[in-house]
C-alpha cells in the first residue's frame, strides 16, 4: 500500500509529513530520549502517531519502565528470545515457565522476570535451537542431542566413568 506523502494538520490546516523526532519519556523520576516515527507538522509542530509508530512509542515507554522497576533483561530482549524460539507469549509461559501471562507482563514491563529467567532467555537468544519442541523428544532418553550436551560438558574422569557406564550411548566416540 502506497502512504500519501502529506496529510492535514488537525492543529492549524498545514500538511503533515512523516518524520522522526526525539521524544523523552519520563517514568518515575527516570527518562529515556529516543527517536519517534510519526506525522509531524512544520507550521505548528504538532504531530500524529499510527499504527507502527505506537508501537515504536510503547516499546520505548515498557524498556523505560522495566529499567526503572529493576528488570534484569529488558522486554525487547525478552521478545526478541521468544521470537527466536518461535512461540506466543503464551507458549512461552509454558515452554520457560512463568504461566500463560508471564510473557505478556514480561514484555509490556508490568512484571520483571528473575535474574533465573533472564539468563534462561540469553541462553534462548544465543542458542535458540536448545528450546524449539522439534528438538526434544525421540525415543532415547536421554535425547540423542542431550547425550552431545553431556559428552560435552563433562570435564570430570570419575563423572564420565559413571555417565558412560550408565548410559553406554552417550560414551564419546
Ligand atoms: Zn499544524
Known sequence: MKRAKTRPCPSCGDGLRRGVQNETLTYRGQSLTYQQPGWYCGACGDGILEGADNEVHDAALHELMARVKGSPISPLMIRAAREAVGVSQREAG??????????YKYETAKAVPSEGMANLLRLALKRPELFRKQVRGGSSWPSAQDAELLRKAIRNDELN?????????????
Open 94 to 103: 509454558k515452554l520457560f515457565g512463568g504461566g500463560p501471562t508471564a510473557f
Open 161 to 173: 566413568a559413571i555417565v558412560r557406564r550408565v548410559y553406554p550411548q552417550t560414551a564419546s566416540r
